[in-house]
């Protein structure tokens, strides 16, 4: 069984800053992608970032030169750090991870539960 967690949530400013973190834990081979997505009220859940093993970095044109993905190998773990944050940001963000369970090329994807970030004006 894999379990994905966010944490790191909360309410801010508009112009602060938040940092997620989201560890997965079990048993599996390895992690594969790792990235974050967030649903705002009423709009599509939409991917923010991505992360492969090697450090490969994708993000969302709308997040670009304001939030920064990294991710520590050795626990599993991924983090959004997210700068100049803007009342539009305000969504939960899930983390989702592509996870290979045995030496075998399969992946399977893990969802964590989400974590509420509010930005004000």
């Known amino acids: 069984q894999v379990q994905v967690v966010e944490s790191g949530g909360g309410q801010v400013q508009a112009g602060g800053s938040l940092r997620l973190s989201c560890a997965a834990s079990?048993?599996?081979?390895?992690?594969?992608?790792m990235e974050w997505y967030r649903q705002g009220p009423g709009i599509a859940r939409d991917l923010v970032a991505s992360?492969?093993?090697?450090?490969?970095?994708k993000y969302a044109d709308s997040v670009k030169g304001r939030i920064t993905i990294s991710r520590d190998n050795a626990k599993n773990t991924v983090y959004l750090q997210m700068n100049s944050l803007k009342v539009e940001d305000t969504a939960v963000y899930y983390c989702?991870?592509?996870?290979?369970?045995?030496?075998?090329?399969?992946?399977?994807?893990?969802w964590g539960q989400g974590t509420q970030v509010t930005v004000s004006s």
């Open positions: 989702r991870a592509e996870v290979q369970k045995t030496s075998a090329p399969n992946n399977y994807q893990y």
């Open positions: 079990g048993t599996f081979f390895s992690i594969n992608v």
């Open positions: 992360i492969t093993r090697t450090g490969s970095t």
